[in-house]
């Protein structure tokens, strides 16, 4: 998400990347590395003010001479208006109905370079217009990259992951500054068989010099789907940086992300960590890049891409995005901050001053201010509209359930629609705000309450992988001769999946509530025969032995019990 959060200034004098540590997490799955030949992206929508709601815009024609008005995707500012395309798709969320997908991570970068006055191309317009006119994430790069060459670019610096069934892209990009029109960026495609990540600081270093085949640059986009091309760059990408003074060096050593977005203690601590943690569940030996992740050896960089040890599902995707660091010696469920009940989530703002010296917590991938949040799923094997699953949860991604959206739908549940409830409006019928009443019930006594939520998203997350199944079945035999009646089943079938689980999820808030109300935990018991009514089972758990001992530590004698005498 962008620069609004703007908060502990007092890293602008250490020099630290502000809006590099609020934001967003993108991983990157290929075909060849995921379990049953499906690409992945994952994307959690990051932001303290944004309202978690599906978008949807159907397929369409246009007129000759109509014209398309941008709006700021982060503040809701008209930009102006390029021309419309003659034919736009359907598109649900992040994915169209042709498969392709779009996340991203912002980081920023060189400030100087953020302002572009009469840009009217945001990255948010980017993702959406590009979704809705593109077949395959070849042609969503050559349309981004053309738009931003004819209309300018009106955002910070940007990571975009960019996908479809076949392949899986990372596309970096950062605008030219004033008095320069459009953004230098760099495209390379994920080898088969790896994976990747971006969490908003630029990764993307050295890449291929442009040789017409392997290598193009914009000039020679009309080359973009030959399936041999893996890297695509903006042709003053290095001869921008050496006439502003950011490099002077030969041009093959050239490092997008180290001339433009140098990495820095909060975009390896707050950044960068979030992609090592994801790295060392899938790939052992990652441990080595510890003291970079940390923030205190910034020259042991990472590789862009890896190759895992095992093969990855899509349900191990949806648990990567709710990493809290465990397992690390970053594991927010175990220091101070945790408190009593493990709580691996910190109140903002996210670093402070002790006596002039700054501190910081941790910042994980899953995390309370998530909007909404994604996994992306494209099929090669599938007709298109059955093949792109959209799983779609909202708010924080370790307490959401991902429901399955099918690409090719024609309208979404009413509970994740745009204009059911908003940031200041509450609505008991808005998925953002059931799933939002559970997840903050929870962090109150997180490890008691959060198994619970654990137990039950994991049930119904499994009910929708095993009825998939029999739905991509069903539509497909059925699209084979009546497309039409296919579409209908799948809207059907997501739409239900959606509006249920809203629903399931506030009766499992009422559930939550009743039994874990004022620090007790309570059960119902039969009422015996001559009784009226019967108490229930009365818990008290209190804080922990543990957090009990660490009180006296500190405390002394202070809350001691007048005539106990100890062991």
């Known amino acids: 998400m962008k620069k609004r959060y703007l908060i502990a200034l007092f890293f602008l004098a250490l020099g630290l990347q502000i809006p590099a540590i609020m934001a967003c997490t993108n991983f990157l799955v290929t075909k060849g590395a995921s379990t049953d030949g499906s690409t992945f992206i994952s994307y959690a929508a990051d932001s303290h003010v944004l309202y978690g709601e599906l978008y949807h815009w159907p397929a369409a024609s246009w007129p000759e001479g109509t014209m398309l008005d941008i709006y700021e995707w982060d503040t809701g500012k008209f930009l102006g208006q390029i021309k419309q395309a003659s034919e736009t798709y359907n598109v649900v969320g992040n994915m169209n109905e042709h498969?392709?997908?779009?996340?991203?991570?912002?980081?920023?970068?060189?400030?100087?370079?953020?302002?572009?006055?009469?840009?009217?191309?945001?990255?948010?317009?980017?993702?959406?217009?590009?979704l809705q006119r593109s077949k395959t994430a070849r042609e969503a790069l050559k349309i981004m990259t053309e738009l931003m060459a004819e209309?300018?670019?009106?955002?910070?610096?940007?990571?975009?992951?960019?996908?479809?069934?076949?392949?899986?892209?990372?596309?970096?990009?950062?605008?030219?500054?004033?008095g320069n029109k459009g953004a230098v960026w760099v495209a390379l495609r994920i080898p088969d068989g790896y994976v990747s990540a971006h969490a908003n600081q630029a990764r993307i270093q050295t890449f291929p010099l442009a040789n017409g085949e392997t290598s193009i640059t914009f000039s020679q986009r009309d080359k973009i789907d030959d399936p041999a091309v893996t890297c695509y760059y903006a042709d003053d990408v290095i001869s921008f940086a050496k006439t502003k003074g950011y490099y002077e060096g030969d041009d093959a050593k050239f490092s997008f992300s180290d001339t433009y977005a140098p990495v820095d203690f909060g975009g390896a601590r707050f950044c960068e960590v979030r992609v090592w943690s994801f790295f060392r569940s899938v790939k052992?030996?990652?441990?080595?890049?510890?003291?970079?992740?940390?923030?205190?050896?910034?020259?042991?960089?990472?590789?862009?891409?890896?190759?895992?040890?095992?093969?990855?599902?899509?349900?191990?995707?949806m648990d990567y995005m709710r990493d809290h660091l465990e397992g690390t010696p970053l594991d927010m469920t175990q220091d101070i901050g945790a408190g009593p009940f493990g709580n691996p989530y910190r109140w903002r703002p996210l670093t402070w001053e002790v006596d002039g010296v700054a501190y910081c917590n941790e910042r994980a991938t899953a995390t309370q201010q998530t909007g909404f949040v994604f996994v992306s799923q494209a099929r090669s094997w599938l007709p298109d509209p059955v093949g792109g699953i959209h799983w779609f949860g909202v708010d924080d991604a370790a307490s959401t359930v991902f429901t399955p959206m099918y690409c090719g739908i024609t309208r979404v549940p009413e509970s994740y629609a745009v204009g059911n409830g908003s940031m200041m409006e509450?609505?008991?019928?808005?998925?953002?705000?059931?799933?939002?009443?559970?997840?903050?019930?929870?962090?109150?006594?997180?490890?008691?309450?959060?198994?619970?939520?654990?137990a039950e998203q994991t049930k119904l997350e499994w009910q929708f992988l095993n009825e998939i199944k029999e739905i991509d079945q069903k539509a497909s035999e059925l699209y084979t001769n009546d497309k039409e009646a296919a579409i209908k089943m799948?809207?059907?079938?997501?739409?239900?999946?959606?509006d249920e689980t809203t629903r399931h999820w506030l009766n499992f808030y009422t559930y939550l509530f009743t039994k874990y109300m004022d620090g007790n935990i309570k059960e119902k018991r039969a009422v015996p025969e001559g009784y009226k009514y019967y108490t229930p089972k009365l818990e008290q758990p209190g804080y922990g032995a543990d957090w009990y001992r660490r009180i006296v530590d500190e405390t002394g004698d202070h809350f001691k019990v007048q005539g106990s005498a100890g062991h």
């Open 99 to 130: 498969q392709v997908s779009i996340g991203e991570t912002t980081y920023g970068g060189r400030s100087e370079l953020g302002r572009q006055p009469g840009a009217i191309m945001d990255y948010g317009s980017l993702i959406y217009v590009a």
């Open 151 to 178: 209309y300018g670019y009106a955002s910070s610096g940007e990571s975009f992951s960019v996908a479809d069934p076949n392949e899986v892209w990372i596309f970096e990009l950062i605008g030219k500054g004033d």
């Open 284 to 317: 052992s030996g990652m441990d080595k890049y510890y003291d970079y992740a940390s923030g205190h050896n910034l020259k042991n960089r990472m590789p862009l891409w890896i190759k895992p040890d095992r093969k990855i599902a899509v349900e191990d995707v």
């Open 426 to 454: 509450f609505s008991f019928d808005a998925a953002f705000w059931v799933f939002n009443m559970v997840s903050n019930f929870a962090y109150t006594r997180y490890n008691i309450i959060h198994p619970e939520i654990r």
């Open 490 to 498: 799948l809207t059907y079938y997501s739409v239900k999946a959606g």
